[in-house]
């Protein structure tokens, strides 16, 4: 069973993720991501998926045109867990 972060946990990972912003009523993470164009988007929402399915953990997320909001948050948790982080250094790792 995943365990959520503890604040000092939390703070800690957050130092690693500048990009994200911390959404403490959900206990979650979220960034908006902006493409040059729905193509560059989608093909970005796709590679997010095949890491978020290997992974077994999947963002909650939405697209317009060419911008992707991805919050994560880890729902057998209850909060913010490592998964999360994992994930977004993974996502990261895409549009670096
Ligand atoms: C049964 C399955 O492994 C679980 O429901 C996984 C699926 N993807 C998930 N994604 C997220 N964000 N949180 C979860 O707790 C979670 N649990």
Do not use: C
């Not at 948050?73 to 994930?87: K, N, V």
């Amino acid at each position: 069973m995943v365990e959520a972060l503890s604040e000092a946990e939390r703070a800690d990972a957050l130092d690693g993720l500048p990009e994200w912003d911390y959404d403490e009523a959900r206990d979650a993470i979220l960034r908006e991501f902006i493409f040059d164009d729905f193509n560059q988007a989608f093909g970005f929402m796709t590679q997010v998926a095949l890491i978020a399915e290997k992974a077994d953990h999947h963002p909650e997320w939405s697209n317009v045109y060419n911008r992707v909001t991805i919050l994560l948050t880890t729902h057998d948790a209850g909060g913010l867990s490592p998964r999360d982080i994992e994930m977004a250094e993974a996502i990261e790792e895409l549009v670096e």
